[in-house]
Nanobody, 121 residues
C-alpha cells in the first residue's frame, strides 16, 4: 500500500505560478513512476506529466498542453515528485492528483487526495 500527501494548490491570478508537491510512503518507491493528472468536475481525469523510472535514471514526459509551462521533477530518493506550474490560465483550474504507478508485483495505480488549483482571470 502506498500513501501520498499532496500540497501546493491554491488560488492564483492568471499568469501566476504554483509548485505542487507529492510525498509518498509505504513501500520502496525508487523504481516506480510518479506523476500528475488533473480533473475538473464532470470531466474525465487528464494526464499532465510523469516521471518514469529507467535503469539509467528518471525520464519525464508531458501532455502537449503542459510541455511549455509545466516542469516535473523527482527527488533523488524517489519518494517525492514536484510540479512547477507556470503562466497559469483559467483553463488550468482543476483538482490535481498525484499518481504512483507500480508494476511489481502487478500494475497498480495509487492516487492522492488531490490538490485544487483555481486560476482567476
Amino acid at each position: 500500500q502506498v500513501q501520498m500527501v499532496e500540497s501546493g494548490g491554491g488560488v492564483v491570478q492568471a499568469g501566476g505560478s504554483l509548485r505542487l508537491s507529492c510525498v509518498a510512503s509505504g513501500r520502496t518507491l525508487v523504481n516506480v513512476d510518479m506523476g500528475w493528472y488533473r480533473q475538473a468536475p464532470g470531466k474525465e481525469r487528464e494526464f499532465v506529466a510523469m516521471t518514469r523510472w529507467t535503469w539509467s535514471g528518471y525520464t519525464s514526459d508531458y501532455d502537449d498542453f503542459a510541455k511549455d509551462r509545466f516542469n516535473i521533477s523527482r527527488d533523488n530518493a524517489g519518494n517525492a515528485t514536484y510540479q512547477e506550474v507556470n503562466k497559469l490560465e483559467p483553463e488550468d483550474t482543476d483538482n490535481y492528483y498525484c499518481d504512483v504507478h507500480v508494476n511489481d508485483p502487478i500494475p497498480v495505480d495509487y492516487w492522492g487526495q488531490g490538490t485544487q488549483i483555481t486560476v482567476s482571470s
